[in-house]
């Protein structure tokens, strides 16, 4: 279960990740200040 | 449908796996060593140039970090960039005199508070750091090792994130310790370990994930310094000769890519050093690493209409690692759904696709899987977060009664 239990954190942080690079993309699109 | 399914699955397999396994085999054909400098030449003069934004209740212990570290004194400069900061900032950087140089300009982001700190770095070698991480005692002597080399134009340290190793706070009791304020602290140290380590327990959902991701990245990195260049730096403990150091664009994003890409693009090497050791805490939610990788890869985007040359093979010396590393990362998300939409359509034409399906939905079960954990243990991560703050801010304070 432990194993399962880190796989599925590890999936989650995959895709959590590859969401963010779309997000990203808007937000370099929109000049959105996520910088300052 | 069946072609577009195979290049997606192709382009994710190539990215994560395939290039990793070709940096391997190219690492251990080609190694480029490093001629690392030895009794003067390998404490050269350093610049250290930190951008703070209101970080008032860091910058103390972050200067006495920087101050205790085994360096010569005479070779060592502190910069630091108060960027339209509206709290102490200034004021605790003040009481250290002439040992660190402050410089405060208005807000204009990070990018242009490094900016103006670039006339005032009075040495050859600039090194940059942020306000909220720590450097171990040898970490400036181990990243400035490696410009004895001259075809060196830039060297990385190592970040280790708290969710990597123990070795993290016991690294901050050994900094405490080197200040001198152990004795005062005592117990409160104690304390403090105790909900540090509360902390790494119950964020460990999101921190399971990073520290993994962080170690491949570092990986990478190494293999991509052991054939030629990193394909940039991190943030918190880098350096560059300050002979090549440009002025960055306002609103840069990425300073820790562009700047050492560029002394790429000049036609030096930028290698990475991990014995050059940061210590850093990772984001204590998936919120707060979420936001992080948006900027980190909206940075990504940025840098291509900042720097287009890299996209140049005949321009770019590295440009196979940064279409395969940087390039192959921001294309991956489109061909994780690519890869399932053309999935569905074909699953019945071939056991071979059904076999696919089934993995990529078991996947995206598990990663749902993931995201209930997360949400599960978010309102305890909140709980210690508040009791780590809290004890920080007793520690804070009984150091203030003791000093």
Redesign the interface.
């Known amino acids: 279960m432990a194993v399962?239990?880190?796989?599925?954190?590890?999936?989650?942080?995959?895709?959590?990740?590859?969401?963010?690079?779309?997000?990203?993309?808007f937000?370099?699109?929109r000049g959105?200040k996520?910088?300052? | 449908m069946t072609l577009l399914f195979w290049v997606s699955a192709l382009l994710i397999a190539y990215v994560y796996v395939g290039y990793p396994v070709i940096l391997r085999v190219w690492a251990a054909l080609c190694d480029r060593p490093v001629h690392l400098g030895a009794g003067d030449r390998a404490t050269p003069g350093v610049s250290i140039v930190i951008a703070a934004?209101n970080e008032a209740a860091l910058l103390r212990a972050r200067v006495d970090n920087l101050l205790s570290l085994d360096y010569p004194a005479e070779r060592r400069q502190i910069i630091v960039v108060s960027d339209g900061s509206t709290d102490d900032t200034v004021d605790v950087l003040r009481k250290y005199g002439p040992l660190v140089d402050i410089v405060a300009v208005e807000?204009g982001?990070?990018?242009a508070a490094l900016n103006a700190a670039r006339p005032c770095a009075r040495f050859e070698i600039v090194v940059f750091a942020d306000a909220r991480q720590v450097f171990a005692p040898d970490a400036l002597r181990e990243l400035v090792a490696p410009f004895a080399d001259p075809r060196i134009g830039g060297v990385t340290g190592e970040l280790l994130l708290d969710c990597e190793s123990a070795l993290f706070s016991n690294r901050r009791d050994t900094a405490d310790r080197r200040r001198g304020h152990a004795s005062q602290l005592g117990g409160v140290a104690m304390d403090r370990r105790v909900h540090a380590d509360r902390r790494r327990s119950v964020v460990?959902?999101?921190a399971?994930?990073?520290g993994?991701?962080w170690r491949y990245e570092k990986e990478l990195r190494r293999l991509e310094s052991a054939v030629g260049s990193t394909l940039g730096a991190t943030g918190a403990i880098y350096a560059i000769r300050r002979a090549l150091w440009q002025p960055l664009p306002p609103?840069?994003?990425l300073d820790d890519v562009l700047t050492p890409m560029r002394v790429v693009m000049a036609g030096y090497r930028v290698v990475f050093n991990e014995r050059a050791r940061a210590f850093d805490r990772a984001a204590i939610d998936?919120d707060a690493?979420?936001?992080r990788?948006?900027?980190?890869?909206?940075?990504?985007?940025?840098i291509l209409w900042l720097e287009p040359t890299l996209l140049l093979p005949w321009r770019n010396p590295v440009w196979i690692q940064y279409v395969s590393h940087k390039l192959g990362?921001?294309a991956?998300?489109?061909a994780?759904v690519a890869a399932f939409c053309t999935n569905v359509p074909i699953a019945s034409t071939h056991v071979i696709y059904q076999a696919t399906l089934v993995a990529q939905v078991a996947?995206?079960l598990?990663?749902?899987?993931?995201?209930v954990?997360?949400f599960m243990s978010r309102g305890e991560a909140s709980t210690a977060a508040a009791e780590v703050h809290a004890a920080s801010a007793s520690t804070a304070q009984t150091a203030k009664g003791a000093a």
């Open positions: 399962v239990s880190r796989i599925a954190r590890v999936a989650y942080t995959f895709v959590m990740m590859n969401c963010a690079a779309v997000a990203g993309l937000a370099a699109a959105r996520v910088w300052r | 934004h807000h982001g990070k990018a460990s959902t999101i399971d994930g990073v993994m991701y609103d840069t994003i998936a690493e979420s936001r990788k948006v900027r980190t890869l909206a940075g990504n985007y940025q990362r921001l991956v998300p489109y994780l996947f995206y598990l990663a749902g899987y993931g995201a954990l997360e």
